[in-house]
């Protein structure tokens, strides 16, 4: 997360959001087969995600 916040750094920018990427996307399927309902903070960690990604790519 701070890598993220940190200035410059874009190759581990970019290492950091795929590996955020793939840490949501497994918990919404592990939430998913479990069936406790927790898969909606996934999915909202995931819109948040790429909308963070989206306004970076934006901005550089």
Do not use: R
């Not at 950091?16 to 087969?33: Q, W």
């Amino acid at each position: 997360m701070v890598v993220l916040w940190s200035p410059g750094l874009k190759t581990l920018k970019e290492c950091t959001y795929s590996g955020f990427f793939f840490a949501f996307i497994l918990a919404f399927f592990a939430h998913y087969m479990i069936g406790d309902g927790g898969q909606m903070t996934a999915v909202v960690a995931f819109i948040l995600l790429i909308t963070s990604y989206i306004f970076y790519k934006k901005i550089n």
